[in-house]
Nanobody, 117 residues
């Protein structure tokens, strides 16, 4: 059974930085993609970024709205997915969730990020 646990959320001031992590228990394959999504208050969940499964090659994709503020990465040996956020703005306030998308879809519970002005 795949399990995903996010960490690293919290409160940060405008212009600050934050690094989220997602520890994955279970084995992924190269048909899977590792991704981050976010859901802001009163809005629908939206895609943030994604890259290929651990140890796999392929393209990294970012949502246009976050392209210059966010970097997605992974630690293959540790099965950890990261999301580095820089120069955050109040609009970045949301619950951030990691996802493994592929033949099956697995989600973490999410971690709250709050950006204050």
């Amino acid at each position: 059974q795949m399990q995903l646990v996010e960490n690293g959320g919290g409160s940060v001031q405008t212009g600050g930085s934050l690094k989220l992590s997602c520890a994955v228990t279970g084995r992924t394959t190269c048909t899977d993609r590792l991704g981050w999504y976010r859901q802001a208050p009163g809005k629908e969940r939206e895609f943030v970024a994604a890259l290929p499964g651990f140890w796999c090659s392929g393209a990294t994709v970012y949502a246009d709205s976050v392209r210059y503020r966010i970097t997605i990465s992974r630690a293959n040996a540790e099965n950890i997915l990261y999301l580095q956020m820089t120069t955050v703005q109040p609009a970045c306030t949301a619950i951030y969730s990691c996802d493994i998308g592929g033949p099956s879809d697995y989600w973490g519970r999410g971690t709250q990020v709050t950006v204050s002005s």
